[in-house]
């Protein structure tokens, strides 16, 4: 790593701390050369692969900004959000690889943004998987209610509900 400072490519660690649950390393470093200290950040890159073919760093932001216009008027506040975007992030990371499709991406955010809100989850889902008619609806939202009942979807033993 090259000084900032002198352009010495000789420097020693000082001091390592890992941040964002381990998935940054922030490094205090001090050239050899002319003393002063700097930091550095390491972070693991996470490329998203979109339809195209173009490969884009993964993004929490991104996760968060099409997940926020889907819970547009819901109860839903930022931190519950960022908790979505960090829970994708870590489903994604976990597969070990450094290079996800797009597709990949949005699986990882139906399931928890199913659990967070249900109406949400539709809107985000209806654009995610594209709906085109409105059976395409009902069945989700049977599968949906049938989660939120603890059943597997199309099992109407269950009887009626009050949530309609």
């Given at each position: 790593?090259?000084?900032?400072?002198?352009?010495n490519s000789d420097s020693r660690v000082v001091d390592s701390r890992e941040v964002?649950?381990?998935?940054?390393?922030?490094?205090?470093?001090?050239?050899?050369?002319?003393?002063?200290?700097?930091?550095?950040?390491?972070?693991?890159?996470?490329?998203?692969?979109?339809?195209?073919?173009?490969?884009?760093?993964?993004?929490?932001?991104?996760?968060?900004?099409?997940?926020?216009?889907?819970?547009?008027?819901?109860?839903?506040?930022?931190?519950?959000?960022?908790?979505?975007?960090?829970?994708?992030?870590?489903?994604?990371?976990?597969?070990?690889?450094?290079?996800?499709?797009?597709?990949?991406?949005?699986?990882?955010?139906?399931?928890?943004?199913?659990?967070?809100?249900?109406?949400?989850?539709?809107?985000?889902?209806?654009?995610?998987?594209?709906?085109?008619?409105?059976?395409?609806?009902?069945?989700?939202?049977?599968?949906?209610?049938?989660?939120?009942?603890?059943?597997?979807?199309?099992?109407?033993?269950?009887?009626?509900?009050?949530?309609?």
């Open positions: 790593m090259r000084c900032p400072f002198c352009r964002d649950d381990g998935q940054v390393i922030r490094r205090r470093r001090a050239c050899a050369q002319c003393s002063r200290r700097f930091t550095t950040v390491e972070e693991t890159v996470l490329a998203v692969i979109k339809r195209s073919g173009v490969t884009e760093s993964f993004s929490r932001d991104k996760v968060v900004r099409g997940v926020r216009r889907a819970c547009q008027g819901r109860p839903v506040d930022e931190a519950q959000l960022q908790q979505l975007a960090q829970k994708v992030e870590e489903t994604i990371r976990s597969t070990g690889s450094a290079e996800i499709p797009s597709h990949e991406v949005g699986l990882a955010i139906l399931g928890p943004l199913r659990e967070l809100d249900g109406v949400a989850y539709l809107r985000f889902a209806s654009v995610y998987r594209s709906f085109s008619s409105v059976e395409d609806f009902e069945k989700e939202i049977a599968d949906l209610r049938a989660a939120m009942a603890g059943r597997p979807a199309g099992d109407d033993a269950g009887g009626t509900t009050d949530e309609q």
